[in-house]
């Protein structure tokens, strides 16, 4: 099981760092996967960790890079300024190599909180709580969940809370949950990147949401 070699799709970035940190930390082997190797700093455990380039939009260039994998990560993220069109174009080249890759056997996607519901049974990003700059992404990043369930891979979708915050220290205490917004007594819903990837890590061991979505907060 830690033999296991897991890739990271976007490891430089906020949730990329967090998962690549936790999963060393696991004991797993990594690969981590950027256009800009010189930006991935330093780790502790890096004797697991190996660096490659590749672009998340282009089939190719990922399918060069992950060929000895085991699990793929997408933490992805495009820039405000992107195509919407980018979250389903990124879904369709994932769908596409979990089908021309049989080394690799799960796929997990860390997504947005916008297709979540809140306690109304709304969709978030049909609601005010949610910020409007980011909605029209939203609704093509929730389009790509839609392709996932319509799949046959093994993929898992995990959405974080409304409030996903690097500053917030990981505790190691948080809430799990399906399809619904996680929310504290105060109404607020928060999870700090680093309890979000020890949730995505932890599911690769155990296996609660395969062709599931998930989300993580914290409760009080
Ligand atoms: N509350 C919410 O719903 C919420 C809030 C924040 C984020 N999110 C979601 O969480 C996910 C990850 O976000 P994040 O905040 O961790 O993002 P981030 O810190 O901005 O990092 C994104 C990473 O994506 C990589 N990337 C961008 N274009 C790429 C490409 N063409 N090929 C390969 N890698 C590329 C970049 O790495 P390189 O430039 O090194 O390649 C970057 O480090 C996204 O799906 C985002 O929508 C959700």
């Known amino acids: ?13 906020k949730s990329g760092l967090a998962l690549t940190k936790e999963a060393l930390k696991q004991g797993y082997r990594v690969v981590a996967i950027t256009r800009n190797p010189s930006q991935m700093p330093n780790l502790d455990n890096n004797s697991r960790l190996t660096i490659r380039k590749a672009d998340v939009t282009s089939k ?7 060929n000895d994998i085991d699990v ?3 933490a992805y993220g495009p820039t405000i300024d992107s195509p919407q069109s980018i979250h389903e174009k990124v879904a369709i080249i994932l769908i596409d190599i979990m089908h021309e890759c ?11 909180a916008g297709s979540l519901l809140n306690d109304k049974e709304e969709i978030l990003l049909e609601t005010s709580a949610f910020p409007e700059e980011w909605k029209a992404h939203a609704r093509t990043q929730a389009q790509s969940l839609e392709r996932y369930r319509g799949s046959d891979i093994d993929w898992t979708y995990f959405s974080p809370s409304l409030m996903y915050l690097p500053e917030l220290p990981t505790s190691g205490k948080f809430k799990i949950g399906n399809n619904h917004l996680i929310v504290n007594k105060e109404g607020k819903s928060q999870i700090s990147y680093g309890d979000a990837a020890g949730a995505i890590i932890n599911e690769i061991r155990e296996h609660r949401f395969v062709k599931k ?6 409760d009080n």
């Open 102 to 112: 049989p080394n690799i056997k799960r796929l997990l996607v860390v997504g947005g």
């Open 72 to 74: 793929l990560i997408s």
């Open 213 to 218: 979505r998930f989300t993580a907060g914290y």
């Open 1 to 13: 099981m830690k033999n296991m070699k897991i890739g990271i799709i976007g490891a430089t970035g």
């Open 60 to 66: 190719s260039s990922i399918k060069d890079v992950v």
